[in-house]
Each structure stands twice: as structure tokens, then as C-alpha cells.
């Protein structure tokens, strides 16, 4: 496989040493995050949600700033979801370009810890739903093509399912997560395109963000990132520990 | 022979071996379905290649057919690197397996028309009316092959594979299905049409498959256990290889 | 017995004979064309009696365009089921991976053959759905544009559904796998096809709704068609 200087990716090197670390660092920093959302960041007018306004002392509805807390929660969540997807797709191409299957083993790996951070962002994103908005259930575009998205993840894992033979399933689980990714992009910026969104734009130049709302979101945004990296390494290590068991097993069957 | 294919693209090298392959392997994951398969055939043989179920056979013979690429290694059919140029390759080769790759909905003249279009064949009309009769199905030409017996099918299935010339003709378990009448009848078909054509076939049947030979190759776990000229080769010993590699069993 | 002289056919000629195979198939057989034309006309029927409480309290117009659309999803869906099925039978895609050629000309054509097939399957079932449910309406004096958007919907549920349907045949439970990886897939375009059908059907804003939507069709399409052109001969020779 040394051919024309491609090597094959492997585990246990430097990548797999720091992943604890980082989960820990990931998870102080979400928590830290978390603490400083309900401390630092100022309540929220939770009536007008696009253009979204800091009032300091002045509050409109009691009701409605607590539930805005949800948000350092979902939006970070919501977004490393998205980045675990195109780690999906990137993990396909490397696999169609190498035939690899230790290229396709992470881009499942990679699937399973996008689908633990959609469902996370469903659930956060129901509760907001329910208490900002005042409804279980609505068509809006950002949700819908969320949702879209959560169904996609779905059908990769249904798909892999499906298929027997190893490397027909990891070339097909490929194609798929290549061309699931082209809803991330599409939900991103629909808000933009789309401007009945209820969805505020948070990547902008004047996104109405303070820097008290900023830093915990960020610290969120960064830890959640941290998190998931750690999850797939570790996934990925145990995966791999657990083949060279059955490898192992296999040859003792066969002496 | 060799002089009359010159119109194909990619012209093969003359005196180059039918099959040459080297170091050749399939591998996926820990898998490896075809292991550092070495060996080289000359033109005009007739290889079989025996070997348990899960040898391996067919995932090499597909390797052969560029139906699949191989993970390492080269192979080169007729003198073109497999790897590098499959479409070069592809106008040498022809394969006859147990499925018929035939459209049961079109006549058994369509079916060989929509081939020699593909394959670009100019004398088109010519050609399919010759196969047609080679096989002796020129009075069923315009019923849809849905309703043709099994051996009839395998028939229309050799005018197809051999319509456009190859050099190199690949078998995949032709046998299957056939009742023994119809495997008389394709045996005699395939010494018809075996002018200097090279034949690989893989196999179930030790007996028959060792009858038609002139090279044999026992492949057990994807490795090749046993590669000789039929000269040189005692049935008895060789009968009791194959069983042993049998035994073997899948790995 | 004569030699066979052979001239590599160019990659249109290929395309053509792929194509003209698909369609002598089909006309002969008709098995996609009436299977899902069947399917269509029951879901027709299907609507009457869904909307068959409603018929004089509620605007069907705002509706129609949303109705038309959920019936040329499944329609196609039952379709591009089909397409490979005889592909499949005696593993007739193989004997065409043999020949030397371009495997995205295998895509294209495929495409091309769904595309015809859902096109001649919508001529028929749009008059129909007129006559059921738009007789006593009066669309806006848009309504002839409703082709533009079908047309933009159509050719990228043809060019996934080809690619995807080649994936599912080769599968368990083909039906099943093929809905659930198709549907989410075309979300996207079906939310701009509807939305493009309803305001030429309903009226309102058609300059700003219809040109944007049908902009979002058309840009998916593209990327979805490039993208399943480049991806096919990964799929299919796998």
C-alpha cells in the first residue's frame, strides 16, 4: 500500500495520546460556557428573536429569558454536528480515492457522532421551540432543513445496513455521505435566503451579538468541537482494538 | 490473428503472454480475497482454475475482466497494463458466465445488435447473422430471449461474448444450470469457436474442467496453491491436491 | 468466419444506442410507463377522497401545487424502482460495464430514459388532475408557467433518482432503502418546485417567488446532476 506515497491512516499516534485531554478540555470549556450564559450574558428580549437585543436590566418578559439560555447550548451543538457531517463526506472522498477501508471506518465513526450531535441539537431545539415560540412543531426553513438533515444521517445508517458485501457498502456509504453534505451548506445559509426565518443570522459582521453573549457561546461552541473530537478518536481507537481481536481470534480458529 | 485486430485501439504486443499477472491482490480491510496471485499464461491456452468456494476464483476473474480493480500488483492482458488502460483491455476480452447479461424483453437479434453498436463493430449485420447461425439459433432471431431454455440462452450468451473478436475469453461457472445435454452442446460450441483464442474458465467440476485444460490452477484462501501445463500434471496427484485443498475449506 | 472490424464508436453513439435500447424496451414492455401511470391515477383518487370533506370551505389553489408535487415524488419514486430492475435480471449492467466505454454515458443515458418516461407520465396526469380539482377554480393567468418548474423538478429527480435507484438495486429491501435515501435527498428541490408551482397557480409575487425559486431548483440540479455524473462510475462499478 506504500504506492505512490500514500499511507494508509493509523491510530495510537499523538492524534489518539491527546484525545482524553481534549475531551476533558472540551467538556470544562462547555461547562464553563454553560455557567457563564445564565452569569454573564445579559437577558435577552425573547419577543423579537431576529436582531437579537441585550437589555441589561430592563426585561420585557421573565418568561421568556430563561429559555434563551437554551441557545448556548443548541447553537454549538448544532454547528459541530454540521462540521461532523462534512468530516463524513471528507472521509468519503479519501475513500474513493484510496479504496482504504480504514478511510470508510471513520467516515462511519464520524456519522455516528454527527447523528449523537443532530439528535442533541433536535432535543434543544424542541425545547426552544416549545418555549420561545409556543409551539411543538413548525415548518420553518431552518428547521426544516435541520430536520432534512437529521433524516439524511438516518438514511446513511439505513443504508449501511442494507449492503453485505464490505467494500460495495463502503463505496455507496461514500457516494451518500458526499452527497448528504450538500444539505449542510443549504441549511447554513438558508436563513440568509430565506428571510421569513425566525432563525436569527449569527455569522455576520453586526451579528447584534455583545461580547458578554459572544464569549460564552464561543467557549460553548469550542468545547462542543473538543468533545467530539475526542469521542471519534476514542471510537475510533476501541473500533480498531476490537478488530484486532476478531483478527486474532480468527487466527487462533484457523491453527 | 494478431494482425487482423489491428483496428482495435490499443493494439496488443505480439508474442506477448495472454495473461501476465504479478503479484496481484485484492484486499479489504483484513480481507484479502486474491493474495500475491503470480503467474503467466501463453496465448491460445486454456486455463481452469479450481479451487474451493471463497477461494477466491471469482473475485479474480472479475479482477481479469475489469469488472474490479485489483488493490496491488499488475496484471497485463495481451501485453496492456490492466490498470492503466481497462478500456484498451476491455475490446480483447469477452466473458461467458451463469448470468446470461441478456435483456429478456428484446429479440436474441437486438440483444447482439445493441452489443456490436456498443463494441463499434462495423460489419455489424454480418457478424451477428454468422454468430447467430454459429450457435444455431439463426430460426429463433427475432423471438425475445425470455423465452428461450437454459441452453439456448448460454448459446445467444457465447454469440454475445464472442462477437466482437476477443483474444481473451473469460468463463465464469458456465456450467451451472445446464442439464447435460446442453453442456454437450456447449462444450462442442466452444471447441467451435476456439480458433486461437485464449480461455480462462473457472470451475466447480474437477472432471470437466480438467478434461477441457491445457493449463490448471488451484487457488485455495486467494493463494495459488498448484499452476502447471497439463503435460506435466498427474491426474491422480492432482485429484488428490484438489481434495486436499477442498478440505481446506473456506477460510 | 469473417472478422470483426471494429471502430470504437464515439461516446454520443454509445449514448444513443444506450438510450434507443432503454426506450424500445420500455415501449414494448410498457411495464414503467403503465405502472406508473396506475399509481398516479390512484393517488388521484386517493385526493378526491382526502379533499372530498373540504370542497367548498377551503382555496384548493393554494394546495395544488403542493398535491401535484407529492404525487410526481411517488410517481418517480415507483418509476426509478423499476428502471434497474431488468438491469439487474440477468446482470445486463455487467455486460454493458464490458465494453469499452465512458461509464458516466451509462448514467446519462439512464438519466435521460427516467426523465422521458416522468415527462410523458406528467402529460398525462396533469390534465387529469386539472379536470379533477381545478375545474371550479380559476387559476391565475400564470398557470401555463407551471411546465417551467415540473420540467427544473423532474430533471433533478431523474439525475438523483438514477444514481441512487443504481445503488438500492443491488440491495435488500430495494423498495424501502430507495424512498428513505431519495426523499430527504430532493427535499431541497421540492420545496422550491412547490413553492415556484404555487404562485404561478395561486398568483401573488411571481417575479420575486417564482424567479428565486426556480433559481434554487435549477442551481440544485446542477450540483446534484454534476455531482451524481461524477460519483456514477464509483457506484456502478462497485
Sequence with gaps: ???????????????????????????????????????????????????????????????????????????????????????????????????????????????????????????????WERFEWGVWWTWEPRLTTYFILMLLVFAYFVMRASFDEPERRATFASVYGIVMFIDVPITFAITRIVPSSVHPTIFRTDSGLSPDMLLPLLLSLFGMLCIAYGLFRLRLRAQELDERVEHIKEQLDEA | MIGTTSTKEGAPLAGAPALSLEHVSKVFG???????????????????????????????????????????????IMGIDLKEDPDAVRAHIGLISHNSMLYGDLTAEENLMLSAKLYGIQNARERVDEMLEAVELSHRRMD????????????????????????????????????????????????????????VMVSHDLQKGFATCSHALVLARGRVVAYAAKDDIDYDAFEALYRRTVGMGVA | MARASIKKPSTFAQYRTLLAKDLRREFRTKEMLTAMGIYALLVLVVYGAALSQTSNQFDILQMAAGLLWALVVFTSLLGLNRSFAHEQENACLEGILLVPLDRSVVFLA???????????????????????????????????????????????????????????????????????????????????????????????????????????????????????????DYVISA
Design chain 1, 1 to 127: 500500500m506504500g504506492k505512490d506515497g500514500y499511507r494508509s491512516p493509523q491510530t495510537g499516534g499523538v492524534l489518539d495520546r491527546i484525545a482524553p485531554v481534549v475531551t476533558l478540555i472540551g467538556a470544562l470549556l462547555s461547562t464553563a460556557g454553560f455557567v457563564l450564559a445564565f452569569t454573564l450574558a445579559g437577558p435577552v428580549n425573547g419577543a423579537t428573536v431576529n436582531g437579537v437585543e441585550v437589555i441589561g436590566g430592563e426585561m420585557v418578559s421573565n418568561q421568556l429569558l430563561f429559555s434563551q439560555k437554551i441557545f448556548y447550548f443548541h447553537m454549538p451543538v448544532a454547528v459541530t454536528s454540521m462540521v461532523m457531517i462534512g468530516f463524513v463526506a471528507y472521509f468519503g472522498i479519501r475513500f474513493l480515492q484510496t479504496r482504504d477501508a480504514a478511510w470508510d471506518e471513520r467516515a462511519r465513526i464520524a456519522a455516528g457522532i454527527a447523528l449523537l450531535f443532530v439528535l442533541a441539537t433536535m432535543f434543544t431545539g424542541e425545547m
Design chain 2, 30 to 76: 483484513r480481507r484479502r480475497a486474491v493474495d500475491n496471485v503470480t503467474f503467466d499464461l501463453p496465448q491460445g491456452a486454456f486455463l481452469s482454475i479450481f479451487g474451493p468456494n471463497g477461494a477466491g476464483k471469482s473475485t479474480l476473474l472479475r479482477m481479469l475482466a475489469t469488472l474490479s480493480r485489483p488493490t496491488s500488483g499488475s496484471a497485463k
Design chain 3, 110 to 232: 439512464k438519466a435521460t430514459s427516467n426523465l422521458i418516461f416522468l415527462v410523458v407520465v406528467e402529460i398525462v396526469v396533469l390534465p387529469l388532475f386539472y379536470f379533477f380539482f381545478l375545474t371550479t377554480t380559476q387559476p391565475a393567468d400564470t398557470w401555463p408557467l407551471i411546465w417551467l418548474p415540473l420540467l427544473v423538478g423532474t430533471v433533478g429527480i431523474a439525475g438523483i433518482g438514477t444514481l441512487l435507484a443504481t445503488i438500492t438495486v443491488n440491495s435488500r429491501g430495494k423498495d424501502v432503502l430507495l424512498a428513505v435515501l431519495f426523499i430527504p435527498l430532493v427535499f431541497p428541490l421540492l420545496y422550491a418546485c412547490v413553492a415556484a408551482s404555487t404562485v404561478v397557480l395561486a398568483g401573488g409575487d411571481v417575479e420575486g417567488v417564482f424567479g428565486n425559486s426556480l433559481l434554487l431548483a435549477g442551481g440544485y440540479d446542477v450540483v446534484m446532476v454534476l455531482l451524481s455524473w461524477v460519483l456514477y
Design chain 2, 144 to 199: 425475445v430471449v425470455r423465452t428461450f431454455s437454459r441452453g439456448m440462452t448460454q448459446r445467444l450468451c457465447i454469440a454475445r461474448a464472442l462477437l466482437h473478436d476477443p483474444d481473451v475469453v473469460f468463463l465464469d461457472e458456465p456450467y451451472s444450470g445446464l442439464d447435460p445435454h446442453a453442456v454437450e452442446i456447449f462444450d462442442d460450441l466452444i471447441a467451435a469457436v476456439r480458433e486461437d483464442r485464449t480461455f
